[in-house]
């Protein structure tokens, strides 16, 4: 892990896992409900379109690629709910541990910072804001794109922006992420990836997906940076 933190000119981090629980506070799985009722509006059969998932990001991805709804302007309206629910639950998420230290010991040693997300950028900002490290990312955060087509990570559409925003090569870069689609985005955007796994179903996955750097704490990272850290 060292040799990644020492060779990177610039960390690109996925919001959600490695920098905070964003639905700490706001279950994911109770939005995942209200956007599926939201795009039912008293029709089974757009429902039945929908999978059936806890996660809203998986809904929305669902209802962008069905043209039916997109046309019925569901799309957009689903995404300017998700956003709300992103934006109210962002001062409520829980900090990542050891995230702000290593966010903010990154930044001392001259490292260039991005944010690359499948969530919104404006709940990213918001959350940062609470944590006073909004200076450190700004003009630097790269939340899902919703310009023509939604593009979500596993595409690499977020690190893409990031790169151009930092001024970096790909091979200058690292991505830090907990799931697979943040690996297969790094890859496709030929980015160096470091797997945070808080929790063995999250190594699992992350391993199965073929990552070959893990860390189970921030703590680690922190000090690989800058070994007179103190965390």
Not at 54 to 64: G, K, Y
Not at 102 to 109: E, G, I, M, P, S
Not at 208 to 227: K, M, T, Y
């Amino acid at each position: 892990m060292r040799d990644l933190i020492e060779a990177a000119k610039c960390v690109l981090f996925d919001f959600d896992g490695p920098i905070c629980n964003l639905f700490q506070q706001r279950p994911s799985s109770s939005i995942a409900e209200r956007l599926r009722q939201a795009v039912g509006g008293g029709s089974g059969d757009a429902l039945d379109r929908l999978p059936e998932t806890d996660d809203p990001l998986e809904i929305l991805r669902a209802v962008f690629e069905d043209p039916a709804l997109v046309e019925r302007g569901l799309a957009r309206e689903l995404e300017g709910a998700l956003t709300a629910e992103e934006v109210a639950a962002a001062p409520g998420a829980f900090p990542t541990a050891y995230a702000d230290a290593l966010v903010r010991t990154l930044a001392a040693t001259g490292r260039r910072l991005a944010v690359t997300t499948n969530n919104s950028q404006q709940a990213v900002e918001r959350y940062l804001e609470t944590r006073l490290t909004g200076e450190l990312f700004a003009g630097r955060i790269h939340g899902r794109n919703t310009d023509g087509e939604l593009r979500l990570k596993p595409d690499p559409d977020c690190l893409l922006r990031a790169l151009k925003s930092t001024d970096t090569q790909a091979q200058d870069a690292l991505m830090i992420g907990d799931a697979p689609r943040d690996l297969e985005a790094a890859r496709a955007a030929g980015v160096a990836f470091l797997g945070y796994a808080r929790n063995e179903r999250k190594s699992e996955q992350l391993r199965a997906a073929g990552a070959e750097h893990l860390v189970d704490s921030l703590r680690d990272v922190v000090v690989a940076v800058d070994p007179r850290a103190h965390v």
